[in-house]
C-alpha cells in the first residue's frame, strides 16, 4: 500500500522583497508537529511569496501595462479578460500578473524564471537541514475544458516533473503508448489542499515520494505546450484573426486588433483589403467566430 503524508505548517509572517524565504520556510517546517525536513520530501511553495521575495511587487495602477508587458501571445480575449501565454511560457489570465493576497495598492508578477527560482530554493533548503529534498513553485491556473482552478508546479528541482509510463504493460497486458504522468502538477495540487487559500500557509510538505526526487531533473517548463504541440493555440475568434490576417499578408497586426471588439474589429480587418468580395466574406466570417456559442450540456 501506498501513502503520502501531506501538512502545511502556520508561523510564515509576510515575506518582502530580500528576505532569505528558505530560511523562513525551513524554521517554520522545523517547528511543526510533521517537521523537520526529512530526506526524500518534496517542498511545495506558492509564486506568491518568492514573487514577493524577488521583488516582483508593482503598483496596481501598472497592472494593465505590466500584463502587456509580459504578454507574448494573445490566446483569447473576451472584455476585459485576457488568456494569454506570458514570458515563462505559461497560458494564464492577465500573463499570472496577481492582485489577491497582496498589499492593497499592488500587484504580483510571477517569478521571473520560476525552474531558477526552485533551483535556488532547493540548494538552500538542503543546506539548512542536511536532506535530499524536491521543490515545486506552485501557482493557481484554470484549465481550458473545466471549470474552477487548482494549482500546478510552475517550478520544479530536484523532483521529476513527468512519469513515462510508455512502454509499459497494464494489468491485462495491453501496452500503455502515450500515457506521461504529469506528477509535479499533482504534487502542486496536493499540497494546495493544505495550504488553502486564505490559511497564509505558503508551503506544504508532500512526504512519500522519495522516489521521484532526483538530482538532475528537466524543471517544470517542460510540462508547457506551446508552438506546433499546441492544438488549440488560440480561441474560436483568435483563430480566425489570426488566419485572416495572415491570408490579408498582415499577422503583424494580430497583438493590435484582438482587443478590438464586435464592428470595430471587423472594420479594422476589412480596411486592410480593396476588393469587396474578400471584404464581404471576412466580414461574414469574423461574425460567424463572434457569435459561436458551444452546445448546451445534455440533459441528466
Not at 497592472?63 to 501571445?73: F, L, Q, S, Y
Amino acid at each position: 500500500m501506498s501513502r503520502l503524508l501531506v501538512f502545511a505548517p502556520d508561523g510564515i509572517g509576510d515575506v518582502a522583497a530580500g528576505d532569505d524565504l528558505a530560511a523562513m520556510l525551513h524554521e517554520a517546517l522545523a517547528a511543526d508537529p510533521d517537521g523537520p525536513l526529512r530526506d526524500g520530501d518534496v517542498v511545495v511553495v506558492t509564486s506568491k511569496v518568492v514573487s514577493k521575495a524577488e521583488g516582483r511587487t508593482v503598483a496596481a495602477e501598472d497592472r494593465d501595462p505590466v500584463v502587456a508587458a509580459e504578454t507574448v501571445r494573445t490566446v483569447a480575449r473576451r472584455g476585459t479578460v485576457r488568456i494569454v501565454e506570458n514570458r515563462q511560457g505559461l497560458v494564464q489570465a492577465a500573463a499570472g500578473v496577481d492582485a489577491s493576497n497582496v498589499a492593497p495598492g499592488t500587484a504580483l508578477l510571477l517569478p521571473a524564471d520560476p525552474d531558477a527560482s526552485a533551483r535556488r530554493l532547493r540548494e538552500r533548503l538542503q543546506q539548512l537541514s542536511g536532506v535530499r529534498l524536491g521543490v515545486v513553485v506552485s501557482d493557481t491556473s484554470g484549465r481550458a475544458w473545466r471549470r474552477g482552478q487548482t494549482d500546478l508546479a510552475i517550478g520544479a528541482a530536484g523532483v521529476l516533473p513527468v512519469l513515462d509510463y510508455g512502454g509499459r504493460t497494464d494489468p491485462w497486458g495491453n501496452e500503455l503508448v502515450v500515457t506521461q504522468m504529469a506528477v509535479a502538477d499533482e504534487v502542486a495540487a496536493a499540497g494546495d489542499l493544505v495550504k488553502a487559500k486564505l490559511g497564509r500557509r505558503p508551503v506544504a510538505v508532500v512526504r512519500g515520494l522519495a522516489a521521484l526526487v532526483v538530482d538532475e531533473a528537466p524543471g517544470a517548463r517542460s510540462l508547457t505546450r506551446t508552438g506546433p504541440g499546441d492544438l488549440f493555440a488560440r480561441g474560436t475568434r483568435e483563430a480566425v484573426l489570426h488566419a485572416a490576417l495572415g491570408a490579408l499578408a498582415a499577422p503583424g497586426r494580430y497583438e493590435e486588433l484582438v482587443a478590438l471588439e464586435g464592428e470595430e474589429l471587423t472594420d479594422a480587418v476589412v480596411a486592410l483589403t480593396d476588393d469587396a468580395s474578400v471584404a464581404t466574406f471576412l466580414s461574414d466570417l469574423l461574425d460567424a467566430a463572434r457569435h459561436t456559442e458551444p452546445p448546451a450540456p445534455p440533459q441528466a
